[in-house]
């Protein structure tokens, strides 16, 4: 099992800047990909981006390329968001998920690949 707590979420102005955290914690090794999705009140759960076991494989959803980096630390199993330029629209809860059984090189957007899931993290973004 690999447990996955996200952190950093809160309230900022629109323009504002963030920084989530996952920390992975139990099963750790072998974890493959990891990403980053989102579920705004009244929507289905988005991808966001992920970056894949080697880190050589990063991809991000339309909506937030050029404002978001993902990033991996692999000595410590944290993976980062870091979210730039934020608009109302990116509020939402915002969760890390991570692959424990895909390939090493992959970075899937599909929820289906992703077995383990944090609680999430709320991020607002006030116009």
């Known amino acids: 099992q690999v447990q996955l707590v996200e952190s950093g979420g809160g309230l900022v102005q629109a323009g504002g800047s963030l920084r989530l955290s996952c920390a992975a914690s139990g099963r750790t090794f072998g974890i493959d990909a990891m990403a980053w999705f989102r579920q705004a009140p009244g929507k289905e759960r988005v991808f966001v981006a992920a970056i894949s076991g080697s880190g050589g494989s990063i991809i991000y959803a339309d909506s937030v390329k050029g404002r978001f980096t993902i990033s991996r630390d692999y000595g410590k199993t944290m993976v980062y968001l870091h979210m730039n330029s934020l608009k109302p629209e990116d509020t939402a809860v915002y969760y890390c998920?991570?692959?424990?059984?895909?390939?090493?090189?992959?970075?899937?957007?599909?929820?289906?690949?992703?077995?383990?899931w944090g609680q999430g993290t709320q991020v607002t973004v006030s116009s």
């Open positions: 998920a991570a692959d424990h059984s895909g390939s090493y090189y992959s970075a899937p957007s599909r929820r289906a690949a992703y077995e383990y």
